[in-house]
């Protein structure tokens, strides 16, 4: 309560100081002391919007630039390829690919030959699995694909 009062007694000292000065002045400086107050004021007020507008704007450029790039890299994830991908073998190349696209795969080798079997509701992502096995350089030799029970099973041979 007392800071309250303090704080009130304080502006109202400057107000009566601020009455008394412009009530020594002429009618024409006062005018002229309201009106370049109130010009400074407004100039004061528009320059804070005005710099905090700028700064909002290039934020929201940069988020906009972010964006672009988070898209660009999800468009270009499955292209862009580790350095030690050629000295991956051909199951490695498949477990990589299977852990990337959040699948579970079953798969068994035979010679240079693998076999896959895969479990998905989702065609695309089956599709999108065996487009990054043939762009890690794997060749599919065999593909099938049986819809059981809202499941789309793949079974498919790559070398």
Same mark, same amino acid.
């Given at each position: @309560?007392? %800071? &309250?009062?303090?704080?009130?007694?304080?502006?109202?000292?400057?107000? $009566?100081?601020?009455?008394?000065?412009?009530?020594? #002045?002429?009618?024409?400086?006062?005018?002229?002391?309201?009106? %370049?107050?109130?010009?400074?004021?407004?100039? !004061?007020?528009?320059?804070?919007?005005?710099? @905090?507008? &700028? +700064?909002? $704007?290039?934020?929201?450029?940069? =988020?906009? *630039?972010?964006?672009? @790039?988070?898209?660009?890299?999800?468009?270009?994830?499955?292209?862009?390829?580790? &350095?030690? *991908? #050629?000295?991956?073998?051909?199951? *490695?190349? =498949?477990?990589?690919?299977?852990?990337?696209?959040?699948?579970?795969? !079953?798969?068994?080798?035979?010679? $240079?030959?693998?076999?896959?079997?895969?479990?998905?509701?989702?065609? &695309?992502?089956?599709?999108?699995?065996?487009?990054?096995?043939?762009?890690?350089?794997?060749? #599919? $030799?065999?593909?099938?694909?049986?819809?059981?029970?809202?499941?789309?099973? #793949?079974? +498919?041979?790559?070398?």
């Amino acid at each position: @309560m007392k %800071t &309250a009062e303090t704080i009130h007694n304080s502006i109202e000292k400057l107000i $009566e100081r601020i009455t008394d000065y412009l009530e020594r #002045l002429s009618v024409r400086e006062r005018y002229m002391v309201i009106f %370049t107050t109130i010009v400074v004021v407004v100039a !004061a007020v528009g320059s804070a919007l005005w710099y @905090m507008h &700028a +700064a909002a $704007e290039k934020q929201q450029n940069r =988020v906009n *630039d972010l964006k672009d @790039m988070m898209v660009w890299m999800q468009s270009n994830a499955v292209t862009m390829k580790p &350095a030690d *991908d #050629l000295q991956l073998s051909a199951s *490695d190349k =498949v477990q990589r690919v299977a852990q990337q696209q959040g699948l579970s795969v !079953a798969s068994q080798q035979t010679g $240079e030959q693998i076999q896959i079997v895969a479990t998905h509701a989702n065609y &695309a992502i089956l599709a999108n699995f065996l487009t990054q096995l043939a762009q890690m350089g794997l060749s #599919l $030799e065999k593909i099938e694909l049986i819809s059981d029970a809202g499941q789309i099973k #793949l079974t +498919a041979t790559v070398q």
